[in-house]
């Protein structure tokens, strides 16, 4: 942890050296030079004004408002036109084109919804799969296996450290 700190430190000087001394190339004059000049005598009281207690607590309060502000905003919910109809044999019927003349659009939700799958088995090809399927993980055991392997990642990380 020291090691990270102390290169952030390395960086962030480097970075703001080099970039004084680029200014200096293209302008010819030395920013933090100038900046000592136009500060004056008061600039130690300056910066304790811009950094003060206050100062840090307003900015700190409005970030925290524009964040919440954000978070609270509800999602857009995007159109989503679904028709409804139903067939001479009484069957109800789903789709995004009205299949039959006297289909109605119904309004759908889509907030907190779950795509289907891209291609549902049939009852047919389901019995033809099942045996396939117990030979395959399932979804419940590939997240398992995945956070096994981050919890066992994380512990080599902190073994290094």
Sequence with gaps: MKRVLFKSIVVALLVFFIGNYLIYLKTGQMPLRDMRERMGDDWLVDLQEMFSADQLTADAKQAMKNVTDKVSE??????????KWTDA???VH???????SGAEQIEVDTRNAISAPEEAPSIVDQQ???PQATAQESALDKARAAAEAIRQRVQQQEQVQ
Excluded: H, L
């Design 74 to 83: 509800p999602e857009p919910v995007a159109p989503t036109k679904v028709y």
């Design 89 to 91: 044999n009484g069957q």
């Design 94 to 100: 789903f789709g995004d084109r009205p299949a039959a």
């Design 128 to 130: 033809e799969v099942a």
